[in-house]
């Protein structure tokens, strides 16, 4: 499993909301300043998040975006299930049932439940408000670059 550039930037994105908004709207060219990601890129991957509800918007010269819940009430899992659709490595474990006509005598099925079932614990394990937090702690600008 590879985590794509849209998975990468919604989270990047989800966490610059968390950050700076304090409740206010942000715009999407504001964002895209921060974070150095095309405006066009970000309001690709914002329409994915507000079509499941992750955020809102409102129009307006004070318009922008905003989470709908505290940040304590994402999950990094979420958010990435939201730009990525499923996590599984493999395309039999893409759905709740698995049918693959070889599940019932692949043994390397196993293999991949478990890469799954820990993939997605540690992602359903992280917040957005521990990054929030871990952001403070590190002391960054937020932009993805790493000072």
């Given at each position: 499993m590879k985590i794509s550039?849209?998975?990468?930037?919604?989270?990047r994105l989800m966490l610059d909301l968390a950050v700076n908004g304090n409740g206010e709207y942000i715009s999407i060219k504001s964002i895209s300043q921060r974070q150095n990601i095309s405006e066009k890129?970000?309001?690709?991957?914002?329409?994915?998040?507000?079509?499941?509800?992750?955020?809102?918007?409102?129009?307006?010269?004070?318009?922008?975006?905003?989470?709908?819940?505290e940040p304590k009430d994402y999950t990094v899992g979420e958010i990435l299930r939201v730009s990525?659709?499923?996590?599984?490595?493999?395309i039999?474990?893409?759905?709740?049932?698995?049918?693959c006509e070889h599940c019932t005598d692949c043994i390397t099925v196993e293999i991949w439940q478990r890469i799954l079932d820990a993939v997605n614990e540690v992602?359903?394990?992280?917040t957005l408000q521990y990054l929030v937090d871990?952001?403070?702690?590190?002391?960054?600008?937020?932009?993805?670059?790493g000072c």
């Open positions: 550039t849209k998975g990468r930037y919604a989270l890129y970000l309001e690709q991957i914002i329409k994915m998040l507000s079509k499941e509800k992750l955020v809102e918007s409102t129009r307006g010269a004070q318009g922008g975006y905003r989470l709908t819940r990525e659709g499923s996590l599984a490595p493999v039999c474990l893409e759905s709740d049932e698995n049918t992602v359903d394990s992280i871990k952001q403070a702690e590190k002391g960054s600008c937020g932009c993805g670059c």
